[in-house]
């Protein structure tokens, strides 16, 4: 990029390389820069905001599924990730600064620290996502809590199929359209999800989706101390995919825009190296840093509204 | 980046010689990687017309199809996906980028007196993103079918026995979509920027033409609208690919939420379609009254104006949806709203032209039709506004006529008139003035007689995307398919005309219209830089210092 920038300089004319042809002063070329770039973070916060009004209808609607899902989430690897981004916007910030300076080594340090914070991120975000994975906590149809494994031994699968598909008959119409009838069910279309139907619950006196074992999890993932298994059944809340569908659309969302950051700082952290940047330009180090901290900024909601709903 | 080509010396190069954009450089290198606006501009514009043409035969299709009940060429099924086809295509490839992506890009920024876009490159990038979501919903074509709608409601587009295969059907469409939509997302940006920062300091707010004004209420629209429709697709893709249960009611989710997303970005989406068609109407219609525009600064507000009221009205789709009684009413309210500035516009207009030296060439008479059909347009969609009638036609052919005058006989007419206004300048040939009226009477006619009998169709109760129809709608059916095909052959004839001046048009002269905004002070063509000489920044609509100088056929300063 900056190769180019020196090439299609017109030779003689008084323009800086930096300066592209058709601005005037660099101050300018900056100041258009900087506007684009926060228009751009506007429809950033727009294309959040669909999710974020996603989120606001369906817990106004739905509160108690928000209460009762989210405490499998663990909040200690939600905090941790808070303070490692928290820390990166510090690091991006003082990398900016080091670059408005000339200070080289600073930047090269600090964007190489912000790298590793963004990286550490989504590590923890993979541990987070593989337990889900593990434990069948997934969206829609692919919602599949784990039983205990008494629970397994006792119903074959193909016991709680029948069971279900029986009983769903009467019940159908009404599950599509009612409001939460305050206990567990299967989407209609997926048998395979049936074993957490409230109709299995029916005949199985004390099933419902507890952890394998709790000992086994990371640390912070063992399920909450009033498990859910405790709960009776008529306390037990149905769709409580939907929360898990909530759940990976915003935090998978905000998942691409740290890896969409990171390859950006990358490429930022290549060109420092390369000695692009001094005081008088330093355009895509001020961008880049803006757009870090907006990724950071749509977290800090994210981990509240995800992870400490009370 | 691409952009380092050594094969791209066009916008980074002072003009050596007096060659224009056009002949500066050759070799189809330099127009693949161009950041020359106008360049750009030209690729826009052929590849939207193209698109055009293809949304253009299913329109003929399906007026085929309907010309008797039951079948006369095709299927159910593939008359279903025809005029889903005929929307999506007509509605995401042809209007949405029509006016500001190939005429804005054209003249904004000579109208500021610049030499191009704040973002060369990103302009570049969006359009290689509007072809690519381009050729993505026409691979949906090959692929398989989509027959949901261009509105991809759920369960419609979730369905996965709606639209063939996982892949050949509604996921390559919207993918489509999404990418459309960063396009008209970074066009829009572009433009703010541009307006901002690249005007030159004696050029104040109020002397920004009047389609400079539209271009940045719509550019806002953009920005703010469309990444919704973004998540909103990208929520749909996962509902559909992996059974996601947000939008489908029988995972849990809520449809109707689907509805309020999609409209929340194509209720807006309809005031970037008319507000830079109306942009185009101020220039055309002051130029050729031959008089100074009336109420300069009505007009420029009304578009910001409705650039905000759009926001506040998308549930006027959805009073049948199942929304409460009040919050309909409040849309209600608010779409009555939205009237007054557009007709603050229609007025002025009015206003502009009484008593004005009218000059009835192509633009023009394109303009005056506009005024007509978005006045019918218009004011159906205040009956459409009333809840009580909404009920009654909702889902009828009365508001397939409805949105049919707005977004086709004002919004196309609007780019046809931009077409031909600025013809000359990007070309650098006149067209041929009387094939341009032949053309416009078929054009008007035949929209009018497409179209008019729809209302009556939708008063009588037709349903629109309807396969059949009991015999007594025949006749009005049969009006409609003939006067799509007049309206064709109107098109058709447009496009000859327009061609073949391009190899043998007469030489255009700098102004041959007498336009008082910047992009007639520069050559036709414009140089790559667009200007040799600065600009004289002035008023955009002051026509006093220019007269006519039958040598050149066209208008020259009287200093």
């Given at each position: 990029m900056s190769h180019e920038r020196e090439t299609t300089t017109?030779?003689?004319?008084?323009?800086?390389?930096?300066?592209?042809?058709?601005?005037?002063t660099p101050r300018q070329q900056l100041e258009a820069a900087l506007q684009g770039m926060w228009l751009f973070l506007a429809t950033e916060i727009l294309l959040f905001g669909g999710l974020f009004c996603l989120y606001a209808v369906f817990r106004a609607n739905h509160p108690e599924i928000f209460e009762y899902a989210h405490?499998?989430?663990?909040k200690f690897w939600g905090a941790t990730n808070t303070v490692i981004l928290i820390c990166s916007s510090f690091t991006m910030a003082t990398a900016v600064w080091a670059a408005q300076v000339g200070r080289r080594k600073t930047l090269l340090a600090m964007l190489a620290l912000t790298l590793l914070c963004g990286c550490g991120f989504l590590g923890v975000k993979f541990i987070e996502y593989q337990h889900k994975w593990k434990e069948g906590l997934l969206w829609g149809v692919h919602f599949r809590p784990e039983h205990s494994a008494e629970q397994f031994a006792q119903h074959s699968a193909e016991e709680h199929v029948a069971t279900v598909s029986g009983e769903h008959t009467s019940s159908a119409p009404a599950t599509a359209t009612s409001r939460p009838q305050l206990f567990a069910t299967a989407p209609a279309t997926s048998p395979a999800t049936s074993q957490a139907s409230p109709d299995t619950q029916a005949t199985q006196p004390d099933p419902s989706w507890v952890f394998r074992s709790p000992g086994n999890g990371p640390r912070g993932l063992r399920p909450p101390s009033a498990a859910p298994a405790s709960l009776a059944p008529e306390q037990r809340v149905r769709n409580v995919q939907t929360f898990f569908a909530v759940y990976f659309a915003m935090t998978g969302l905000h998942g691409l825009h740290v890896l969409a950051g990171l390859a950006v700082i990358t490429w930022i952290l290549v060109r420092s190296a390369r000695g692009d940047f001094s005081p008088a330009y330093h355009t895509p180090v001020h961008m880049t840093g803006l757009y870090w901290h907006v990724v950071d900024l749509i977290w800090i909601y994210l981990f509240p509204l995800l992870y400490l709903i009370h | 980046m691409s952009a380092m080509n050594p094969a791209n010396p066009t916008s980074d190069v002072p003009p050596a010689t007096g060659g224009n954009y056009l002949t500066q450089t050759r070799g189809i290198l330099s127009w693949v990687f161009t950041r020359d606006h106008k360049r750009i501009a030209v690729m826009y514009l052929v590849s939207i017309l193209a698109a055009f043409l293809l949304g253009g035969i299913f329109a003929i299709l399906v007026r085929t199809e309907l010309l008797?009940?039951?079948?006369?060429?095709?299927e159910p099924d593939r008359y279903n996906q025809f005029f889903t086809l005929h929307g999506a295509i007509m509605i995401f490839l042809v209007i949405i980028p029509g006016i500001p992506a190939a005429l804005g890009n054209f003249v904004l920024p000579i109208m500021l007196g610049a030499k191009d876009l704040a973002f060369p490159r990103i302009n570049l990038f969006s359009y290689y993103l509007w072809l690519l979501g381009a050729l993505l919903a026409v691979l949906a074509i090959v692929l398989g079918s989509v027959d949901t709608g261009w509105t991809f409601y759920v369960p419609y587009a979730t369905?996965?026995?709606?639209?063939?295969?996982l892949m050949g059907g509604v996921i390559p469409v919207l993918l489509g979509v999404f990418l459309l939509g960063f396009s008209s997302i970074f066009t829009g940006l572009n433009f703010i920027v541009t307006i901002h920062k690249l005007r030159p300091p004696s050029m104040g707010w109020f002397q920004l033409p009047l389609f400079l004004w539209a271009l940045y209420a719509t550019a806002i629209i953009q920005i703010l609208a469309t990444p919704v429709l973004g998540i909103t697709v990208l929520l749909l893709i996962v509902e559909r690919a992996a059974n996601f249960g947000i939008f489908h009611p029988s995972l849990g989710g809520d449809p109707v939420l689907y509805q309020h997303f999609f409209w929340f970005y194509s209720h807006p989406a309809v005031y970037i379609m008319i507000l830079p068609a109306m942009g185009v109407i101020s220039e055309v219609i002051s130029v050729f009254s031959r008089k100074h525009i009336f109420g300069y600064h009505f007009i420029a507000f009304s578009s910001v104006a409705i650039a905000v009221f759009g926001f506040f009205v998308w549930g006027h789709h959805m009073f049948v949806s199942g929304q409460s009684a009040l919050l309909a009413m409040i849309f209600s309210l608010f779409t009555y709203a939205v009237a007054i500035p557009s007709a603050v516009k229609v007025f002025n207009w009015l206003a502009t032209m009484y008593r004005g030296a009218i000059v009835l060439k192509a633009p023009m008479l394109y303009a005056l039709s506009f005024l007509f059909i978005f006045g019918i347009g218009g004011l159906t969609g205040l009956f459409l506004g009333a809840l009580a009638v909404d009920v009654h036609l909702h889902g009828t052919y009365f508001i397939v006529a409805h949105f049919h005058y707005v977004m086709m006989g004002s919004t196309l007419f609007a780019m046809i008139a931009g077409i031909h206004y600025w013809w000359p300048k990007m070309t650098g040939r006149l067209y041929s003035e009387l094939w341009g009226r032949v053309a416009w009477v078929l054009a008007f006619v035949g929209m009018n007689l497409t179209f008019f009998p729809q209302f009556l169709l939708g008063t009588h109760g037709m349903p629109r995307r309807y396969y059949n129809y009991p015999p007594q709608f025949q006749f009005l059916n049969v009006l409609s398919s003939i006067g799509s095909y007049l309206m064709a052959a109107g098109f058709v004839i447009t496009a000859i005309y327009l061609l073949h001046s391009l190899f043998a048009g007469r030489r255009a002269p700098s102004n041959p219209w007498g336009g008082a905004t910047l992009e007639w002070q520069c050559s036709s063509p414009p140089p790559t830089h667009n200007f040799d000489q600065p600009p004289v920044v002035g008023d955009p609509y002051d026509f006093g210092a220019l007269k006519y100088d039958a040598a050149i056929e066209g208008y020259v300063s009287k200093t």
């Open positions: 017109p030779d003689g004319s008084p323009h800086p390389a930096s300066l592209q042809h058709h601005f005037d405490q499998y989430l663990s | 008797t009940p039951n079948k006369t060429i095709v369905d996965v026995s709606a639209g063939g295969t």
